[in-house]
T-cell receptor
Framework: AQSVSQHNHHVILSEAASLELGCNYSYGGTVNLFWYVQYPGQHLQLLLKYFSGDPLVKGIKGFEAEFIKSKFSFNLRKPSVQWSDTAEYFCAVDDPNSGYALNFGKGTSLLVTP | ETGVTQSPTHLIKTRGQQVTLRCSSQSGHNTVSWYQQALGQGPQFIFQYYREEENGRGNFPPRFSGLQFPNYSSELNVNALELDDSALYLC??????????????FGQGTRLTVV
């Protein structure tokens, strides 16, 4: 069965620090990959997605992610975080065996301190 | 705002009772998915509906059931509630194009507490 693993459950950074959140998936076929963010008290929203093409994808709010097929990874990065980036971050892959519904990782809680 | 609305926002039920949660999809979307998010966990896929039929299901027992209506709104029903059913229930809508879905938009969820 497909699975998504996020390596860091809790991350604390100071403002202006660089961010990299790890995500690995287990699935042998073609995958579509996503990063979602959940700000405190708000709904889940899409940061970025990879369907095909350039493995380096750019999303909203200065986030980017790189798909490395050989490593089954889709790590999220941001060069300089802001206090407003404090949120839960979820990596997800869509599952063709479930109508392309999303299979989420357990999430990473990011706290950015001023 | 995503255009996906869920009701109620909060609910407290007693173990053994039944509950119905509702979701109104974003305009133009024809697919709705339901997820359960326990505290400190990622959302877990329950099931998905497309054109009023279930077309995908996660690892949840049959007491979790759903409906999608002609206007693409949806219900999630849970029978014989258990304490472990306490969670945030998320609805997401998307547009099915060919075999795949476009970006999923999520509602703010219904917080269910079973006591």
């Amino acid at each position: 069965a497909q699975s998504v693993s996020q390596h860091n459950h809790h991350v604390i950074l100071s403002e202006a620090a660089s961010l990299e959140l790890g995500c690995n998936y287990s699935y042998g076929g073609t995958v579509n990959l996503f990063w979602y963010v959940q700000y405190p008290g708000q709904h889940l929203q899409l940061l970025l997605k990879y369907f095909s093409g350039d493995p380096l994808v750019k999303g909203i709010k200065g986030f980017e992610a790189e798909f490395i097929k050989s490593k089954f990874s889709f790590n999220l990065r941001k060069p300089s975080v802001q206090w407003s980036d404090t949120a839960e971050y979820f990596c997800a892959v869509d599952d063709p065996n479930s109508g392309y519904a999303l299979n989420f990782g357990k999430g990473t809680s990011l706290l950015v301190t001023p | 705002e995503t255009g996906v609305t869920q009701s109620p926002t909060h609910l407290i039920k007693t173990r053994g009772q039944q509950v119905t949660l509702r979701c109104s999809s974003q305009s133009g979307h024809n697919t709705v998915s339901w997820y359960q998010q326990a505290l400190g966990q990622g959302p877990q896929f329950i099931f998905q509906y497309y054109r009023e039929e279930e077309n995908g299901r996660g690892n949840f027992p049959p007491r979790f059931s759903g409906l999608q209506f002609p206007n693409y709104s949806s219900e999630l029903n849970v029978n014989a509630l258990e304490l472990d059913d306490s969670a945030l229930y998320l609805c997401a809508s998307s547009l099915r194009q060919g075999l795949m879905n476009t970006e999923a938009f999520f509602g703010q969820g219904t917080r269910l507490t079973v006591v």
